[in-house]
């Protein structure tokens, strides 16, 4: 076979796109700049000590999260935060999607078992770290990113197992906009024990071999977080 020729300097970028990606969103979630503040894709670069081109294209990609907005002829603002209404339309949207995911993977647990069971550890890992820094007064963005990545894969062991590709897309595109939830909880995580408590439990409903409990837990877990969304927004 002929020797292949990779453009290396486009997977540089890619990965560099994503370090700037992450400073950016931490800064968004951090709460700074305020709703409104313009965010100037050069400004940003001589910070980051980069070129414009990767600020242009994590900007791309976190206005599919709806954290920042882009006008014309004006460039990218910060997006306000989700009211009450938008938050209850995104959760229950959620609810439909993961509820029907669950009731299609409740067919498949022996191989999915083991997987949920793995993630879940690494979730409950996460959370004891952000509990650890709590009991020491220390609010540490890069913990709550750990966590929330963490129940996320939970999530998405699910999603693989459910057999259906669409719903699959459905829920990464649903993902981008529940960094939004993350925005409005200005205290840091202050749902871990509740949220790793209702992993275990759909864990449980999965253990059955009854796909409708499975789907019966996955829904009260994902109206449990509306309910502690609306709380934190408040």
């Keep these: 076979m002929n020797s292949l020729t990779f453009n290396t300097t486009t997977i540089a970028r890619r990965g560099l796109r994503d370090d700037v990606h992450d400073s950016i969103l931490e800064l968004l979630l951090r709460g700074d700049p305020e709703p409104g503040t313009r965010l100037s894709i050069d400004t940003i670069a001589r910070q980051l000590g980069v070129s414009p081109t990767p600020v242009r294209e994590a900007l791309v990609q976190l206005e599919r999260t709806g954290l920042v907005t882009r006008e014309a002829l004006k460039g990218y603002r910060v997006a306000p935060p989700l009211g009450a209404e938008q938050i209850t339309e995104l959760v229950r949207a959620r609810e439909m999607l993961e509820g029907t995911a669950a009731l299609l993977a409740g067919s498949s647990t022996t191989e999915l078992l083991p997987e949920l069971r793995a993630a879940h550890e690494r979730?409950?890992?996460?959370?004891?770290?952000?509990?650890?820094?709590?009991?020491?007064?220390?609010?540490?963005?890069?913990?709550?990113?750990?966590?929330?990545?963490?129940?996320?894969?939970?999530?998405?062991?699910?999603?693989?197992?459910?057999?259906?590709?669409?719903?699959?897309?459905?829920?990464?595109?649903?993902?981008?906009?529940?960094?939004?939830?993350?925005?409005?909880?200005?205290?840091?995580?202050?749902?871990?024990?509740?949220?790793?408590?209702?992993?275990?439990?759909?864990?449980?409903?999965?253990?059955?071999?009854?796909p409708q409990q499975a789907q019966r837990a996955m829904e009260q877990h994902i109206r449990n977080v509306l309910v502690r969304s609306l709380r934190d927004e408040q």
């Design 123 to 210: 979730h409950r890992a996460a959370g004891e770290a952000i509990m650890s820094a709590m009991d020491d007064d220390h609010d540490d963005v890069a913990l709550s990113a750990e966590y929330y990545a963490r129940d996320q894969d939970f999530h998405r062991v699910i999603f693989r197992h459910c057999g259906n590709r669409y719903l699959s897309e459905m829920k990464d595109n649903l993902g981008a906009q529940l960094h939004r939830l993350r925005q409005i909880v200005n205290r840091g995580v202050t749902d871990v024990q509740e949220a790793i408590g209702e992993h275990e439990a759909i864990i449980a409903a999965f253990e059955t071999g009854d």
